[in-house]
C-alpha cells in the first residue's frame, strides 16, 4: 500500500459512542512516531473543531487542532478562498456561527449573497423560512455535507440531506456541497496534509461517504468493521475499497516498514479551479438576483 498522509473518520472508526476502539491510540501513536500525516474527517457540522478535539483528548488521542478537518471547517476554507468577500447567512449552531466569523466570514442576516447550511440542530422554522427567501432571491446555497441521517448511541438523528433537497425542491437551486463523498472535500484535507489527493488514503467505516469519496477521486481506502458497516454489506455495495480490515488496530500491519510518499508541490484543488474558469461565483448571484427580482421572486409552486 503506497501512502503520502492519512484521512481518518471519527466515529465508529477510532471512537464509537463515547469510547475509543481497542488499538486507536496506538494506531495514532504509531503515525505520529513515523511521521506520517494524518488528519480527521468528519462531516459533523453540528459542533466547532475544538468540541472534536476536546473529544479525542478526553479519550486519550494525543492530537492538536491541525489534526481535525470538520466539514464546517472545509466549507470556510472554500468560501474563504473562492467565495472571497461574499456575505453568508449561516444556517448554524451557535458554535458554528461563531467558528465562521472567527475566520472572517462575513456574516449577514439580511440579503445574503450565499446561505451556507450546516448540521443545525438548534434550527427553528425562522431560520428556514428566511433562508427560503433569501434563496428565492437568488442567494446561492452551499451546504457542508450531504448525509441524510447522523449516527447515535442506538440509532440514527435526522441530519442536513432532507434540508438540502427541501431548499433545492422549493427555491429551484442546486446546492454545492462540500463534505464527504465529495471530492472537495478530500482535496481540502490532502492540502491540509501537505500531499497530492491521490496520495492521501482514507480510513472509515461508512460505505456512501468515506469509500465512496475515495472511490470517486480515485485514492486509496481502508474500510474498518468496527464501525456500521459489516462484509453483507459490502458485497452488497459493490465497489471495492483498497483493502478491508477489522479495525484500525491492524492499519499498522499493512504499512509495515514503508515509507510515505514524498511531499508533492501541486496540492491546488482541481475541482475548485474548474469551478473558478466560469463566470465568477459573485456575477452569478447577482445575475441571479436581478432574474429573480424581474420575474416577481418566486418560483411558481
Ligand atoms: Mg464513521
Excluded at 500525516?37 to 483528548?57: A, D, E, M
Excluded at 434563496?135 to 441530519?159: Q, W
Excluded at 479495525?247 to 508533492?264: C, E, H, K
Amino acid at each position: 500500500m503506497r501512502f503520502g498522509g492519512f484521512m481518518i473518520d471519527m466515529d465508529g472508526t477510532v471512537y464509537k459512542g463515547g469510547v475509543s476502539i481497542p488499538g486507536a491510540k496506538d494506531f495514532v501513536s504509531f503515525l505520529k512516531r513515523r511521521g506520517i500525516p494524518f488528519v480527521f474527517l468528519t462531516n459533523n457540522s453540528s459542533h466547532g473543531r475544538s468540541f472534536y478535539l476536546q473529544k479525542l483528548t478526553r479519550l486519550g488521542f494525543d492530537v492538536g487542532m491541525d489534526n481535525i478537518l470538520t466539514s464546517t471547517i472545509a466549507t470556510i476554507r472554500f468560501l474563504t478562498t473562492q467565495r472571497q468577500g461574499m456575505t453568508v447567512y449561516p444556517v448554524a449552531v451557535p458554535d458554528v456561527v461563531e467558528e465562521m466569523r472567527a475566520a472572517g466570514v462575513p456574516l449577514v442576516e439580511e440579503d445574503p449573497d450565499i446561505v451556507v447550511l450546516t448540521f443545525d440542530t438548534s434550527i427553528t422554522y425562522e431560520k428556514i423560512n428566511k433562508a427560503f427567501h433569501f434563496l428565492n432571491s437568488g442567494s446561492e446555497l452551499i451546504a457542508t455535507h450531504p448525509d441524510d441521517v447522523c449516527p447515535t448511541e442506538d440509532s440514527y438523528d435526522i441530519d442536513i440531506g432532507p434540508f438540502i433537497r427541501m431548499f433545492e425542491q422549493m427555491c429551484q437551486t442546486t446546492a454545492t456541497v462540500i463534505g464527504k463523498p465529495n471530492r472537495l472535500m478530500l482535496e481540502m484535507a490532502a492540502g491540509e496534509l501537505g500531499v497530492a489527493p491521490e496520495d492521501t488514503v482514507m480510513v472509515g467505516d461508512r460505505l456512501t461517504t468515506d469509500i465512496e469519496m475515495a472511490v470517486r477521486a480515485g485514492t486509496q481506502s481502508i474500510l474498518v468493521l468496527s464501525g456500521e458497516t459489516d462484509m453483507e454489506m459490502l458485497s452488497r455495495w459493490g465497489k471495492a475499497p483498497t483493502k478491508v480490515v477489522d479495525s484500525v488496530a491492524d492499519i499498522p500491519g499493512l504499512i509495515g516498514n514503508r515509507s510515505r510518499l514524498p511531499v508533492r508541490a501541486e496540492t491546488e484543488c482541481a475541482s475548485v479551479r474548474k469551478t473558478d474558469s466560469r463566470r465568477s461565483p459573485r456575477a452569478l448571484v447577482a445575475a441571479r438576483k436581478a432574474f429573480r427580482r424581474t420575474s416577481g421572486g418566486f418560483p411558481s409552486f
